[in-house]
Nanobody, 126 residues
């Protein structure tokens, strides 16, 4: 079992930055690839970014590539999402997710992730 708690969401102006954190509790955090997904009102949950168990592999959606950065600290059981140059289209609830996958790749489908946090709201004002 892995419990995930997101934090760091809030209101930010367009062009600004925000850093989300995801704290994981439970055993063997290093056995999990970690992902960030988001869901805007009236839309389906979508993939944002993911990082493999060691941090050597990252994947980003086209909409955030070059603006967002995912990182992890296995010693602290933490995953981070650095969001730069945000725009109103980034407004959504952001979810942290864990995928028991200890290889050199990551999944982009939400259905591949076993554990989810409750989400943190990010609102970007224009």
């Amino acid at each position: 079992q892995v419990q995930l708690v997101e934090s760091g969401g809030g209101l930010v102006q367009a062009g600004g930055s925000l850093r989300l954190s995801c704290a994981a509790s439970g055993r063997a955090f290093g056995n999990y690839a970690m992902g960030w997904f988001r869901q805007a009102p009236g839309k389906e949950r979508e993939f944002v970014t993911a990082i493999n168990w060691s941090g050597s592999v990252r994947d980003y959606s086209d909409s955030v590539k070059g603006r967002f950065t995912i990182s992890r600290d296995n010693a602290k059981n933490m995953v981070y999402l650095e969001m730069n140059s945000v725009n109103p289209e980034d407004t959504a609830v952001y979810y942290c997710a864990a995928d028991r996958l200890r290889v050199g790749r990551v999944h982009v489908k939400a259905s591949e992730y076993e554990y989810w946090g409750r989400g943190t709201q990010v609102t970007v004002s224009s």
